[in-house]
């Protein structure tokens, strides 16, 4: 049972406009969400997260959207840059459970 | 660089046999977790470790086992490794760990595959 789960594999934007990127989640559970970006032959690096006290979290380019009752996360970055090309890893946590479920992951490409 | 190593980075090995994956956390960082990437999976949570002990289990198979030591680095060991083994190993710290409310810094990654 995948509990957190990024349906899109893939997604292309054009430089300087907006990407968003989607999580859904299904345990009530999770009060603490977290996105990654991974380069090739590199770890994931952390970007930004998000507790389930806060509906947005907003880091530069990068913003976090919480919808508790949708049990959906999206991530925005504006404007996009080639540089933003990766994939990205959306991962839920709940407290006392020291465990983090990531979903599968999308692979954003941005276009020069 | 995260300023997490893991070692070896590549690791090719035969069914049926053991290995051992190697991990050094951050400087100061009491948490270590292991996590399996298959091809077009995510990162599937192993297990977690704090300063020696296990805190917490993921969907961690009997013939894996993994340790920390006082020294804080730790081990994976993968034993009679099956063709579905094959994957990467990535190793992550954190400063804490009796707060979930932590980011987590991960190593490159060990590439294993098994023949």
């Known amino acids: 049972d995948q509990q957190v789960k990024q349906n899109s594999p893939s997604l292309s934007v054009q430089e300087g406009r907006i990407s968003i990127l989607n999580c859904d989640y299904t345990?009530?559970?999770?009060?603490?969400f977290l996105w990654y970006k991974k380069y090739p032959a590199e770890g994931p690096t952390f970007l930004i997260s998000i507790s389930s006290i806060k509906d947005k979290n907003e880091d530069g380019r990068f913003t976090v959207f919480l919808n508790k009752s949708a049990k959906h996360l999206s991530l925005h970055i504006v404007p996009s840059q080639p540089g933003d090309s990766a994939v990205y890893f959306c991962a839920a946590s709940s407290s006392g459970t020291y465990k983090y479920i990531f979903g599968t992951g999308t692979r954003l490409k941005v276009l020069a | 660089d995260s300023g997490v190593t893991q070692t070896p980075k590549h690791l090719i090995t035969a069914t049926g046999q053991r290995v051992t994956l190697r991990c050094s956390p951050r400087?100061?960082?009491?948490?270590v977790y292991w996590y399996q990437q298959s091809l077009d999976q995510g990162l599937q949570f192993l297990i977690q470790y704090y300063n020696g002990e296990e805190r917490a289990k993921g969907n961690i198979l009997e013939r894996f086992s993994a340790q920390q030591f006082p020294d804080l680095h730790s081990e994976l060991n993968l034993s009679s490794l099956e063709l579905g083994d094959s994957a990467l190993y990535f190793c992550?710290?954190?400063?804490?760990?009796?707060?979930?409310?932590?980011?987590?810094?991960f190593g490159p990654g060990t590439r294993l595959t098994v023949l």
């Open positions: 992550a710290s954190s400063p804490r760990g009796l707060a979930v409310y932590n980011e987590q810094f």
């Open positions: 400087s100061g960082d009491l948490s």
């Open positions: 345990n009530s559970m999770f009060d603490y």
